[in-house]
């Protein structure tokens, strides 16, 4: 079957593909922690995902030296604020949910701002929260984000709130902690 065929049934039965193996992959295609992260790196600089399959840690077939591994794991910490770490499924869903997004914003004077991020697509199975970014008044050092039973306080930096909300009929609200 033609490769459209495959995403329609993909599509129609709620599956996703995997991503082409195209070489990545622990002991394939890297051998050491410094390759992996030269990877992850390059995620981080291009603002994409990069996937790196294991088949064996320290003794198993296609073998990924334990010290190796250990490296590579103090490394990704090291990058953590960078990275997100997520299953094929996850990302998936992350992708498809910001690709069919959209958010609308209403400033209710200076200590409010509410927020609508729907999206297209069927959220009973798409329920991976998306990342937004909103821009608040100066004075905001910190605000409170709230939508429905879900209440967290995020940093400002920049006369930004960063926060994660997931798409959805609920209005978030951002309002200033002082």
């Keep these: 079957i033609s490769g459209a065929q495959i995403y329609a049934i993909l599509a129609k039965n709620n599956l996703v593909r995997r991503p082409e193996f195209g070489g990545h992959g622990g002991a394939i295609a890297y051998h050491t ?3 992996v992260l030269a990877a992850a790196d390059q995620g981080i600089s291009n603002g ?3 996937y790196i399959i294991f088949h064996g840690v320290g003794g198993d077939w296609l073998v990924f030296p334990l010290p190796e591994f250990t490296q590579l794991l103090d490394g990704l910490e090291a990058r953590r604020g960078s990275l997100w770490i997520a299953d094929t499924i996850s990302v998936h869903k992350y992708e498809t949910e910001r690709s069919k997004a959209q958010v609308k914003f209403k400033q209710d004077g200076a200590d409010q701002i509410r927020v609508l991020l729907t999206a297209d697509v ?3 199975l798409y329920d991976q929260p998306l990342t937004l970014i909103t821009k608040v008044p100066a004075d905001w050092k910190k ?5 429905g039973a879900s209440k967290v306080t995020v940093s400002v930096e920049n006369g930004e709130a960063r926060y994660d909300a997931l798409p959805g009929a609920t209005m978030i609200m951002l309002t200033p902690v002082r």
């Design 33 to 35: 922690a410094a390759e």
């Design 48 to 50: 994409t995902p990069e």
């Design 143 to 147: 605000c409170q984000v709230v939508q």
């Design 122 to 124: 069927n959220l009973a």
